[in-house]
């Protein structure tokens, strides 16, 4: 018998991190739905404002002590453990929602007369703060897309005359809702380009598309993970959430700024995010079976002109895959034969799957890019990026794959009606 035996994530977020002692030997971990925690003594509490507010060094076995619920709570930071064990994270922090944890990674890592360089397209709400938001701190922005190669944004920056001022590289892979697919060892490659030895280039990815499962950029060099766990993490689309993932030195930065944004998520939200890790490996191996199924009922169909799922990638995008991810995920988009009148046809037809934006839920949510998520995009980038009129994008959830086959087949078939 291997006495080095390692559990996997999958085995260990029913019990990791709590103890049933600690709470009646309640085998759940209990909602601590409190503001604040009484110390034992004076003493206690002057040590822990200590360690909490850096006045000196946290000793080898000492924790930081529960203070007020602001700053830490053992439903977030037991969840924060466990999250951490998927990406093989030394540190993470939860946030009210996944816009929170991005902005708050802007916010902290980005300084007046920097650049962030980030890849396009991102999630509209990104988009949006990239854009309109950073630019009132002093901080520019430049964009690159799939399939432009290193050496191509390398000029692109020089042309720029910033290459200097380039602070974070901020990735989203793959590209919501095509698929592609960004090289995240070309980002951290490039990263190196721009650091100095005065000043660290950073590397941030959302991860939220692949889940903690399919794809963990820490492993490629990243330095911060993403995730609005508000999709795949919560997963039943009842929760709005959001987490960070990188080492000690990362997430303290992090979980200072969030103390005083005061936007960590509460003990509820903590305790709903624990109960949904002990199902994320079925639901989310689930979804990608049944995302397969689809995809290959969709493939065939004589009134689909284009199927995007990452189990059909080919050429460049492929290799990078096959580099980088572990599973082709439950995302699947696809051009319907016609235009925008088709595939609101298509959308309203349908009996089982819902019409509403999010992803990774276990129920499988449609909606059309192009008028809904990126309807903000501009018709130039729509262009660019293949979001088309007739382009529907689809969540696969865990119903079985017959009657969502079925619930597809039935509102195709009459198309021409
Ligand atoms: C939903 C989403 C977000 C934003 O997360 P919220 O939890 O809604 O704030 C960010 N990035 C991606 C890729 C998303 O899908």
């Not at 006495?3 to 029913?14: A, D, G, R, V, Y």
């Not at 696809?334 to 088709?342: I, N, Q, T």
């Not at 309203?348 to 276990?362: C, E, H, Q, Y």
């Amino acid at each position: 018998m291997d006495s080095n035996h390692k559990f996997s994530p999958e085995s260990l977020m029913m019990s990791y991190g709590y103890s049933p002692e600690w709470s009646e030997g309640a085998i759940k971990c209990p909602i601590f739905q409190t503001s604040t925690f009484v110390f034992k003594s004076a003493e206690e509490g002057k040590a822990f404002f200590e360690v909490a507010y850096g006045l000196r060094e946290k000793g080898e076995a000492e924790e930081l002590g529960l203070i007020y619920s602001r700053i830490n709570n053992p439903d977030l930071e037991i969840l924060e453990n466990r999250l951490t064990l998927w990406d093989g994270a030394e540190d993470c922090a939860v946030f009210e929602s996944g816009m929170s944890a991005i902005s708050t990674v802007f916010l902290e890592f980005l300084h007046p007369g920097d650049v962030l360089l980030f890849s396009n397209p991102v999630y509209g709400g990104t988009d949006h703060f990239i854009k309109h938001i950073l630019d009132k701190y002093g901080i520019e922005v430049i964009g690159f897309y799939p399939h432009q190669e290193k050496e191509e944004i390398m000029e692109m920056v020089k042309q720029s005359g910033k290459a200097d001022k380039i602070a974070m590289v901020y990735v989203e892979t793959p590209a919501n809702p095509t698929n592609d697919i960004i090289d995240i060892e070309m980002c951290v490659e490039l990263a190196k380009e721009y650091s100095t030895d005065e000043r660290k280039t950073y590397v941030a990815v959302d991860n939220t598309y692949m889940g903690p499962l399919w794809q963990h950029p820490l492993k490629f060099g990243a330095d911060l993970v993403l995730y609005s766990a508000t999709k795949y993490i919560g997963g039943h689309s009842d929760v709005i959430a959001g987490a960070c993932l990188g080492n000690k030195e990362v997430i303290t930065r992090m979980k200072t700024m969030r103390t005083f944004l005061g936007n960590m998520a509460g003990p509820w939200t903590g305790w709903l995010l624990m109960r949904s890790l002990e199902t994320l490996k079925v639901r989310m191996d689930k979804q990608a079976e049944n995302a397969k199924a689809v995809a290959d009922f969709l493939s065939l169909h004589p009134k689909i002109e284009k199927v995007y799922y990452l189990g059909y990638l080919e050429g460049k995008n492929k290799e990078i895959f096959d580099r980088q991810c572990e599973g082709a995920g439950a995302m699947v988009s696809f051009d319907v034969v016609g235009g925008e009148k088709e595939a609101f046809k298509l959308i309203n037809r349908l009996k089982l799957i819902k019409l509403a934006v999010s992803l990774g839920s276990t129920e499988s949510l449609i909606q059309h890019p192009g008028t809904m998520t990126h309807a903000g995009v501009s018709e130039e980038d729509k262009e660019k990026l293949n979001i088309t009129p007739s382009l529907v994008r689809l969540s696969v959830g865990v119903e079985n794959p017959v009657d969502l086959i079925h619930d597809l087949e039935q509102a195709l078939s009459k198309m021409d009606a």
